[in-house]
Nanobody, 113 residues
Framework: QEQLVESGGGLVQPGGSLRLSCATS????????MRWYRQAPGKQRELVAH???????MYSDSVKGRFTISRDNAKNTVYLQMNNLKPEDTAVYLC???????WGQGTQVTVSS
């Protein structure tokens, strides 16, 4: 069974940075694309970043230039480096394997002064 465990969230001031991690197990990590989503209260879940098995990346317009997705196949882990954070980035951040129905529990990111 697939398992995903997100970590690294917290409270940060506007303009600050955080690095999220998503440790995975239960599937052949290096064969699949991985994605980070976020969900703010009262809003639909939003795709934030995607990384292919070949490390090609895509970002939503709202985070392009500020967030970087990366992966460590030796550790079965995907990361999301978030810089220049804004209050509108406040949400629960979740990772998933592309095409999977399995999700982690998410990690809360709050951007506030």
């Amino acid at each position: 069974q697939e398992q995903l465990v997100e970590s690294g969230g917290g409270l940060v001031q506007p303009g600050g940075s955080l690095r999220l991690s998503c440790a995975t197990s239960g599937f052949t990590f290096n064969s699949y694309a991985m994605r980070w989503y976020r969900q703010a209260p009262g809003k639909q879940r939003e795709l934030v970043a995607h990384i292919s098995s070949g490390r090609n990346t895509m970002y939503s317009d709202s985070v392009k230039g500020r967030f970087t997705i990366s992966r460590d196949n030796a550790k079965n882990t995907v990361y999301l480096q978030m810089n220049n954070l804004k209050p509108e980035d406040t949400a629960v951040y979740l990772c998933t394997r592309a095409g999977s129905n399995y999700w982690g529990q998410g990690t809360q990111v709050t951007v506030s002064s």
